[in-house]
T-cell receptor, first 113, second 113 residues
């Protein structure tokens, strides 16, 4: 089975811009979670999508949003970028129902200047 | 590569020795735990998991121990190899029944030749 894929791998944006990141989960998995990883805060949960619905949400401002499509692919969007949004954004794939195992993609490295 | 954490605790072990990485988790209600390995520039890689109704689980060269009394997890790696050098994270499903995971701060494992 192919693993979790994320695009793009690297992005450089300017403050105030917006960005959209994409994630394709493992085939057959219906749950996609997003995490932000920074040296200072570590890995923090952003939100989880299952069957095109946001099922869980972390403690991030409304500038962070996401969606999931009928093929389980997911996107996350960050609007009005701030310098502090520079991070590695990780997508994790899970079955969504039968097991709690969670597998990560390689991440998208976002740099905000 | 990118720095996962600038001030992570570091465990240095000789090649061939056994490694023990510890983690204190936060929620006594957590009922599922995962250990991840993260190499520089990559996403976290699933190593082994354990449910709260178990106190020990073994994989290939790895063993996870769970002590619910003191909310403590450990990952034991037998015959540590240079390829084991990475940052190791424990994750708990702090909201049982969901995929909303809480991650530890991580431990950097350095294998000395």
């Amino acid at each position: 089975k192919a693993g979790v894929t994320q695009t793009p791998r690297y992005l450089i944006k300017t403050r105030g811009q917006q960005v959209t990141l994409s994630c394709s989960p493992i085939s057959g998995h219906r749950s996609v979670s997003w995490y932000q990883q920074t040296p200072g805060q570590g890995l923090q949960f952003l939100f989880e999508y299952f069957s095109e619905t946001q099922r869980n949400k972390g403690n991030f401002p409304g500038r962070f949003s996401g969606r999931q499509f009928s093929n389980s692919r997911s996107e996350m969007n960050v609007s009005t970028l701030e310098l502090g949004d520079s991070a590695l954004y990780l997508c994790a794939s899970s079955s969504g129902s039968t097991t709690y195992e969670q597998y990560f993609g390689p991440g998208t490295r976002l740099t905000v200047t | 590569g990118e720095s996962v954490g600038l001030h992570l605790p570091t465990l240095s072990v000789q090649e061939g020795d056994n490694s023990i990485i510890n983690c204190a988790y936060s929620n006594s209600a957590s009922d599922y735990f995962i250990w991840y390995k993260q190499e520089s520039g990559k996403g976290p890689q699933f190593i082994i998991d354990i449910r709260s109704n178990m106190d020990k689980r073994q994989g290939q060269r790895v063993t996870v121990l769970l002590n619910k009394t003191v909310k403590h997890l450990s990952l034991q790696i037998a015959a540590t190899q240079p390829g084991d050098s990475a940052v190791y994270f424990c994750a708990e499903n702090g909201d049982p029944g969901t995929y909303k995971y809480i991650f530890g701060t991580g431990t950097r494992l350095k294998v000395l030749a």
